[in-house]
């Protein structure tokens, strides 16, 4: 079966300093991966998604940054973090030529 | 664009009745699908249920059931004999070409 992992469960950073949270999935190939932020008390915001390995599509421009080493590996990444940059991160993934998007645990991020 | 709209902030419930969560979409591509996700307060997003724009009938998963209105564009979710691990925030969500769009949420509290 499938699984999806997210590290760390939670975080905190302060403004200016760099950031790295990753997802993996197991039990599946070529998956369509996405990383989504959602603000307290708000709904999901699409950061990126990815088709593919090296292919990234980015939906808001920010001072985030999007990576897809590996088929099953996608990681959030920023230089230097800013207070607006909290918020719980959850990536999620979906099967090749199916519907359904399923999401990992999140990463709750706070920036102090 | 698609537009996706969840027009009740918070809903209560008494336990063992049915509730209707509302999900009103905009969209003119001639193929996509609908999702509704549970995300309890441990901020897990738990996927419900599926209804793809040409299935004939509402989808069901156990006490879960999608009223999908194609000409209405809407997709309520219905939960029948509500119970307490049900208190949670509601997505709706639409899916287009690579992406989904997620609705604000809907809260809901079940009361003993």
């Known amino acids: 079966s499938q699984t999806i992992h997210q590290w760390p469960a939670t975080l905190v950073q302060p403004v200016g300093s760099p950031l790295s949270l990753e997802c993996t999935v197991e039990?599946?190939?070529?998956?369509?991966l996405y990383w989504y932020r959602q603000a307290a008390g708000r709904g999901l915001q699409l950061l990126f998604y990815?088709?593919?390995?090296?292919?990234i599509s980015s939906e808001v421009p920010q001072n985030l940054s999007a990576s897809r080493p590996q088929d099953r590996q996608f990681i959030l990444s920023s230089k230097k973090l800013l207070l607006s940059d909290s918020g719980f991160y959850l990536c999620?993934?979906?099967?090749?030529?199916?519907?359904?998007?399923?999401f990992g645990p999140g990463t709750r991020l706070t920036v102090l | 664009a698609q537009k996706i709209t969840q027009t009740q902030p918070g809903m209560f419930v008494q336990e063992k009745e049915a509730v209707t969560l509302d999900c009103t979409y905009d969209?003119?591509?001639?193929?996509?699908?609908l999702f509704w996700y549970k995300q309890p307060s441990s901020g897990e997003m738990i996927f419900l249920i599926y209804?793809?724009?040409?299935?004939?009938q509402n989808a069901t998963e156990g006490r879960y059931s999608l009223n999908f209105q194609k000409a209405r564009k809407s997709a309520n979710l219905v939960i029948s004999a509500s119970q307490l691990g049900d208190s949670a925030m509601y997505f709706c969500?639409?899916?287009?070409?690579?992406?989904?769009?997620f609705g604000t949420g809907t809260k809901l509290q079940v009361i003993p």
């Open positions: 039990g599946t190939s070529n998956p369509n």
């Open positions: 969500a639409y899916r287009g070409y690579q992406k989904v769009t």
């Open positions: 209804q793809g724009s040409y299935d004939q």
């Open positions: 990815s088709v593919g390995i090296g292919q």
């Open positions: 999620a993934w979906r099967a090749p030529d199916t519907d359904t998007q399923y």
């Open positions: 969209t003119s591509d001639p193929s996509y699908g």
